[in-house]
């Protein structure tokens, strides 16, 4: 019996006009309603019309994502799609615990509003970087980003997304030294992210504390379908559990490699991404080329992907 998997991409993925697709659904077009009265404001106008620097800025970028992925979901569940696992990547991982029902829609919304300020506000623009690293092999990088943390510049591997594919994140002198190591070690690029922060790395440990005063108002049930965690890359259902490792996971690695061998071992052959773009498939084919993806972001998408799972039934 084949299993699915609801996946959901994070921040980067965000572009003017997503979702935009499913308005003509009654379920779809509330959800959008939901997240302009949830933060008092229109999120989806600026998610239609942009401008695209202002839908970029972490803040929006969050809660409109959250908000595409939801809303394209609510479509999927009325075409009785259902999944076995949830997983998300970074912000996605909201997406998941409201798909999970651990978190109610609304909620997600104003958690990650709030988690986006304080990602923005934690470190000085300009003084923290991420660069993706391409060719080189997780324990190589790892030496690489140690030696350059001991050498006084913070640095560390913040999202391990597929082989051969890394994020590190840090202080920005210490990310420029880690990618000069990098490419004397044998890496084939790195590219520079055009991000506000050092994300998943130790300089985003003020954002946890205060994020963790956010997190503590909100309620979290146990979660309906098992929530494949970033930080341990492991089944979790328990709303204490989840919390606190949506407090970890700002600084923490994304452990998104590990995830999806996690989910295809569970015997996940098929995955669903839902939201804007198909980032997450392209990852999922790098590590495991017999996986089936099913990206979602529009009605062409939406319509091939319904095609394919009735001819499974």
């Known amino acids: 019996m084949s299993k ?15 979702g935009q697709d499913f308005l003509e659904y009654d379920s779809s077009r509330e959800i959008f ?24 800025k972490t803040f929006n970028a969050q809660p409109a994502l959250l908000t595409s992925s939801i809303a ?19 912000l996605g991982e909201y997406s998941a615990l409201v798909a999970a029902e651990a978190m109610s829609f609304e909620d997600a919304v104003r958690t990650v509003r709030k988690r986006g300020e304080l990602m923005e506000e934690a470190v000085p623009d300009g003084q923290g970087k991420m660069a993706a690293i391409l060719g080189l092999d997780r324990e190589t990088l790892k030496q690489v980003t140690d030696q350059v943390t001991d050498s006084g510049f913070p640095v560390q591997l913040a999202n391990l997304n597929c082989p051969g594919q890394i994020v590190i994140s840090g202080s920005a002198e210490g990310v420029e030294k880690a990618s000069e190591l990098a490419k004397e070690q044998g890496a084939k690029r790195c590219l520079q992210l055009n991000v506000s922060g050092p994300f998943h790395s130790s ?7 205060r994020f963790q005063d956010v997190i503590s108002t909100v309620k979290v049930e146990d979660a309906k379908i098992p929530v494949v965690a970033n930080v341990t890359a492991d089944p979790v259902f328990d709303s204490s559990k989840i919390k606190k490792l949506l ?29 804007p773009g198909k980032v997450l498939s392209g990852l999922v084919k790098k590590i495991n080329r017999r996986a089936r993806t099913l990206p979602v972001f529009d009605e062409q998408t939406l319509q091939a992907a319904i095609k394919v799972l009735k001819e499974d039934q």
């Open 33 to 56: 309603q939901q997240a302009d009265a949830s933060i008092s404001e229109s999120l989806s106008t600026l998610m239609f019309e942009g401008p695209q620097d202002t839908l970029t």
């Open 247 to 275: 407090v970890t996971q700002l600084y923490s690695p994304v452990l998104w490699e590990d995830t999806v061998v996690k989910l295809v071992d569970l015997g996940v052959d098929t995955f669903i991404e839902i939201g």
């Open 203 to 209: 300089l985003m440990k003020p954002a946890a504390e």
């Open 72 to 90: 394209i979901l609510s479509v999927l569940k009325e075409q009785g799609v259902h999944a076995d696992y949830v997983a998300g990547h970074s």
């Open 4 to 18: 699915i998997a609801f996946i959901f991409p994070g921040q980067g993925s965000q572009v003017v006009g997503m």
